[in-house]
C-alpha cells in the first residue's frame, strides 16, 4: 500500500512569513494530493488539492507543488496570519478509493 | 452548502459495550469512508463503501466492526464490544465519484471506560 511521510510535525513562524510543509509518497500510482486543515476539534476542511498531471496549483496565498519523479509534493503558505494556526494533513489517493493522510504538521503563526 | 453530518458528537460507553456511529452523507455521494482519529495522532482509514457494499477496509476494521447503510441515506459503523483503544475520533466521509474531493463530517468523539 501507500506511505505517506510528511514534515515537519510542528512549524512555528511569525505572521506574515511563509510556511512550507512536505510530504512524500511511495507509490507511484497515487495521482491526486488534497491538503486538509483542521482546526482544534474541528473536521478536516480542503484547502487545496492537485492532481498528478498539475505539476502546480495556486489558491491566493496558498499553493501546492508536486514533483512526480521524486514522489513528493509540498503546501505552501505566504504572508501567514494567526488564523492559519492549525494542523495541516496532505493525502495521497491511490486508485481513486481511500486516501492514505500523512501524519500532520501543527502550524503556529506567531502575532 | 452541503455537509456531512454526524452523530452524536460525542459518546461515552463502558468498555464491552456496543456502540453505533451514525453519519449522513450529502445526498448525491456514493462512495463512503470511516476514518478514526486517536488524539494527536494521524487520520487512519478504517473502511469505504460503494455499491451497498465495502469496497476496501484496514486491519483496523476486525470482526468487532461493521457498517451499514440501512436506509439509503444513513451510514453507521458499529463497534460490537468496544475496547479502550477504540477511544478516538471518528469522521465519517463522502465523495460524489472517484474523481472528487472527499468530504468529511464534524466526527464522533467516543470514549470508552
Known amino acids: 500500500g501507500e506511505n505517506v511521510e510528511q514534515h515537519p510535525s510542528t512549524l512555528s513562524v511569525q505572521e506574515g512569513d511563509s510556511a512550507v510543509i512536505k510530504c512524500t509518497y511511495s507509490?507511484?500510482?497515487?495521482?491526486?494530493f488534497p491538503w486538509y486543515k483542521q482546526e482544534l476539534g474541528k473536521r478536516p476542511q480542503l484547502i487545496i488539492d492537485?492532481?498528478?498531471?498539475?505539476g502546480e496549483k495556486k489558491d491566493q496565498r496558498i499553493a501546492v507543488t508536486l514533483n512526480k519523479t521524486a514522489k513528493h509534493f509540498s503546501l505552501h503558505i505566504t504572508e501567514t496570519q494567526p488564523e492559519d494556526s492549525a494542523v495541516y494533513f496532505c493525502?495521497?489517493?491511490?486508485?481513486?478509493?481511500?486516501?492514505?493522510f500523512g501524519s500532520g504538521t501543527k502550524l503556529n503563526v506567531k502575532p | 452548502e452541503p455537509e456531512v453530518t454526524q452523530t452524536p458528537s460525542h459518546q461515552v460507553t463502558q468498555m464491552g459495550q456496543e456502540v453505533i456511529l451514525r453519519c449522513v452523507p450529502i445526498?448525491?455521494?456514493?462512495?463512503f469512508y470511516w476514518y478514526r482519529q486517536i488524539l494527536g495522532q494521524k487520520v487512519e482509514f478504517l473502511v469505504s463503501?460503494?455499491?451497498?457494499?465495502?469496497?476496501?477496509k484496514s486491519e483496523i476494521f476486525d470482526d468487532q466492526f461493521s457498517v451499514e447503510r440501512p436506509d439509503g441515506s444513513n451510514f453507521t459503523l458499529k463497534i460490537r464490544s468496544t475496547k479502550l483503544e477504540d477511544s478516538a475520533m471518528y469522521f465519517c466521509?463522502?465523495?460524489?465519484?472517484?474523481?472528487?474531493?472527499?468530504?468529511f463530517g464534524q466526527g464522533t468523539r467516543l470514549t470508552v471506560v
Open positions: 445526498s448525491n455521494h456514493l462512495y
Open positions: 463503501f460503494y455499491n451497498n457494499e465495502i469496497s476496501e
Open positions: 466521509a463522502s465523495r460524489e465519484g472517484r474523481k472528487s474531493e472527499a468530504f
Open positions: 507509490d507511484s500510482a497515487s495521482n491526486y
Open positions: 492537485i492532481r498528478s498531471n498539475v
Open positions: 493525502a495521497a489517493h491511490l486508485a481513486f478509493n481511500k486516501f492514505y
